[in-house]
């Protein structure tokens, strides 16, 4: 139990330390790659192949690390952040940057990536009792947003503050590459600490089995197709884009959208928090859509506004309900699958989300080269999430959680 509970607890600081880093380097990111010579739609393109590379690589570190081990996958994927960090920060050449976003990991989006979350979801999922599971999913989900709204607000004012005391925009943002590797140099010490408690106890049966899968192949298939398209839809409108769309449209500096973002991801982390007691009520299924769908319509209505302090409320509105969708997919996809496919089942899904959020990079930015189209990803994410929550609702309003089952 004291391994559990220190396991849990390091399981907890890789979130913070990771978002932090995520929220740290998305402010910047697009402006960076912008301030090295790529066009918008280079940078799209690069974004693009940024997520088809985590998704491969996620595919084969999820689907082997309950047999190989969670804690050398997670050790591997530190490993593969500090080498993405390391190379954008001593190269401009666009080669090399979109072979390092390929193969390395790195946040486009401010949000997770690569194999930690679905290795992390499935080592808590083992650590904790089932009654806890939304809660701690919950907590996990809050600090991480506040972690990532921290990172905003560092990374940008850095950058602003570094530009201000005479630093190139260029070399401000290299300093701001510098603190994420050095953040998968943190991670490296945290995972080496986690004790074998996360890890799989029998690997046996799970090498017969395809991605780990076998009663529920066909309710992962289901959820996963769904949650690529909510993924296409959100991959429009990640992070770095909207830095990037906002400093666009209004022409403000870096560290007015890292504050922006502050606020925004710590709105986002309080509703993941209070999701807990509304699904208690409604359950599962319901919260994640009766939330989801008025965060989309607040979505369409960014661009709509006609001045910079609307806009600014109009997307903290949508965070502050945006995010109560996730501790409850989350607790969801852990409840109606069979325990011994839990892992895989988290692997599968994230691999869909990043498949699905692939592609969208790539037309936002060839949205946000054209002048009359550059509020055009607010509007086509919006419009797909909303479809993705009622295929959700009329798919899935049937099939219950055990805790639901019981009630």
Not at 25 to 36: G, H, P
Request: charge should be positive; glycine fraction near 10%.
């Amino acid at each position: 139990m004291n391994h559990s509970r220190r396991d849990t607890r390091l399981l907890f600081a890789t979130r913070i330390v990771r978002l932090y880093a995520y929220g740290f380097l998305s402010v910047v990111l697009a402006l960076y790659l912008a301030e090295v010579g790529l066009a918008e739609a280079q940078i799209g393109l690069l974004l693009t192949l940024t997520l088809a590379g985590d998704a491969s690589v996620t595919l084969w570190i999820t689907t082997t690390a309950d047999r190989i081990g969670r804690r050398r996958m997670l050790l591997l994927g530190a490993g593969l952040m500090i080498l993405a960090g390391g190379v954008f920060l001593i190269t401009r050449n666009p080669i090399l940057l979109t072979l390092a976003a390929i193969v390395g990991v790195i946040s486009p989006s401010g949000n997770e990536i690569g194999p930690f979350l679905s290795i992390e979801q499935a080592g808590l999922t083992q650590l904790v009792s089932d009654d806890r599971r939304t809660s701690v999913f919950a907590w996990y989900n809050l600090v991480g947003s506040f972690a990532t709204a921290t990172g905003a607000l560092s990374g940008g004012w850095l950058a602003k503050g570094l530009q201000n005391g005479g630093m190139t925009a260029l070399a401000s943002y290299r300093v701001v590459l510098a603190g994420y590797a050095l953040a998968g140099l943190v991670l490296v010490f945290c995972f080496l600490s986690l004790t074998s408690d996360i890890e799989v106890a029998d690997k046996s049966a799970i090498v017969k089995r395809t991605f780990g899968l076998h009663k529920s192949r066909g309710v992962v298939i289901k959820l996963s197709s769904l949650f690529a398209l909510d993924a296409f839809a959100g991959g429009l409108i990640i992070q770095s884009m909207m830095a990037f769309w906002f400093h666009i449209k209004f022409g403000i500096d870096t560290g007015t959208i890292g504050s922006i973002f502050f606020g925004a991801n710590i709105l986002a982390g309080i509703s993941a928090l209070l999701a807990v007691p509304l699904s208690k009520k409604i359950g599962l299924i319901k919260t994640m859509v009766f939330t989801h769908l008025p965060s989309n319509i607040l979505l369409i209505l960014v661009p709509l506004m006609p001045n910079l302090p609307l806009a600014i409320a109009v997307l903290l509105a949508r965070f502050s309900i945006s995010q109560m969708d996730v501790p409850t997919r989350q607790s969801y996809t852990m409840a109606v699958v069979t325990p011994d496919e839990r892992s895989a089942a988290s692997g599968v899904t994230s691999i869909a989300r990043s498949i699905g959020a692939a592609i969208s990079p790539t037309l936002t930015g060839l949205f946000l080269g054209v002048p009359a189209l550059i509020s055009a990803p607010f509007f086509l994410c919006g419009g797909l999430k909303i479809v993705y929550d009622l295929l959700l609702f009329r798919e899935f309003r049937a099939v219950k959680p055990p805790e639901e089952k019981e009630s």
